[in-house]
């Protein structure tokens, strides 16, 4: 059995800091110049609002991750932070259904990775 922890978001000092510090995405300096601002002087309405989209983007890229997931067969299971896939497939055959399906590439990003860039499945007790 597999099992897959998902992150739903950051921590607020993390998701913010993606927001202005280094390099922050095409779209967000478009936002800013919208503005008036740029990520090094942009105030924090500002950056709450590129958050905000950002959030929205991201967590519905989710639910289609989790839609698909619910169609085949996967259980899901709200937690305080993340949330819990599991499946009865092992995680080389989770791994290939969800290629499959077309949304491995957004298991990734929500998922933890390992040193090594791979995703880190969760075993036993979850962590």
Known sequence: MAHLKLGLFGTPREELASTVDGDVPEWIERLYQSYGTSAETAPASASVLALGESLGYR??????????????????????????????????????????????????????????????WSHGLIP
Do not use: C, F, Y
């Not at 085949?72 to 949330?83: V, Y």
């Open 59 to 120: 967590l519905r890229k989710l639910s289609v991750l989790l839609s698909k997931m619910e169609a085949l067969g996967w259980s899901i299971k709200p937690r305080r932070w993340d949330l819990v896939a599991s499946t009865d497939l092992d995680e080389m055959e989770a791994q290939e259904q969800l290629e499959a399906a077309g949304v491995w590439v957004i298991a990734r990003q929500h998922a933890p990775i390992d040193n090594a860039g791979n995703v880190r």
